[in-house]
T-cell receptor, first 108, second 120 residues
Framework: GQQVMQIPQYQHVQEGEDFTTYCNSS?????IQWYKQRPGGHPVFLIQ?????EVKKQKRLTFQFGEAKKNSSLHITATQTTDVGTYFC????????FGDGTTLTVKP | DGGITQSPKYLFRKEGQNVTLSCEQN?????MYWYRQDPGQGLRLIYY???????QKGDIAEGYSVSREKKESFPLTVTSAQKNPTAFYLC???????????????????FGPGTRLTVL
């Protein structure tokens, strides 16, 4: 079945450093979604990528979808303490399959 | 206020008992989903429904059952056959959309606050 791998599992950064999480699917995806889950909370939608090679930006966040539509990345520039949480990708191919997430902690 | 509600927030049950988790949405979304989240792990799809009176098994449907009699409601029953039921259960909804003749895409999923089920 479809598998979505996400790395790294954990990332600890100093405030101001950059952060990147990577998502890889075993199958070609129709689209990919990214979510953020704060500690004790529920996932909140960040963005959806549909086109091959697509790049989208939201302030300090940059999202990329690979040319083969099998991988994606989320990059945060100059992290802030408000960025803490777990970032999930969800690969969509008939149904949604979530990665295990990358938990980001930011040291002030 | 539009959104998804799940109740209760915390639920305790004795081993061997069936328990039903509620999920209600007033977003007028056709598609609804149930996920299970274990500590340090991602969301695993239990069941999903794209339309009323229809639902499909996800990746870990064994030991669970659902119904979709109304558009607004998608209750999940955790049966005694589920071997490790203690987990955080999340319900979500979305508007499915067609891209082309047969390709089904999914718009963003809106999640409820979740129910933490503990089986003692």
């Amino acid at each position: 079945g479809q598998q979505v791998m996400q790395i790294p599992q954990y990332q600890h950064v100093q405030e101001g450093e950059d952060f990147t999480t990577y998502c890889n699917s075993s199958t070609t995806l129709s689209n990919i979604q990214w979510y953020k889950q704060r500690p004790g909370g529920h996932p909140v939608f960040l963005i959806q990528l549909v086109k091959s090679g697509e790049v989208k930006k939201q302030k300090r966040l940059t999202f990329q979808f690979g040319e083969a539509k099998k991988n994606s990345s989320l990059h945060i520039t100059a992290t802030q303490t408000t960025d803490v949480g777990t970032y999930f990708c969800a690969g969509i191919a008939g149904k949604s399959t979530f990665g295990d997430g990358t938990t980001l902690t930011v040291k002030p | 206020d539009g959104g998804i509600t799940q109740s209760p927030k915390y639920l305790f049950r004795k081993e061997g008992q069936n328990v039903t988790l509620s999920c209600e949405q007033n977003l007028n979304h056709d598609a609804m989903y149930w996920y299970r989240q274990d500590p340090g792990q991602g969301l695993r799809l239990i069941y999903y429904s794209q339309i009323v009176n229809d639902f499909q098994k996800g990746d870990i449907a064994e030991g669970y059952s659902v119904s979709r009699e109304k558009k607004e409601s998608f209750p999940l029953t955790v049966t005694s056959a589920q071997k490790n039921p203690t987990a955080f259960y999340l319900c979500a909804s979305s508007i499915p959309r067609l891209a082309g003749a047969s390709t089904l895409l999914y718009n963003e999923q809106f999640f409820g606050p979740g129910t933490r089920l503990t089986v003692l």
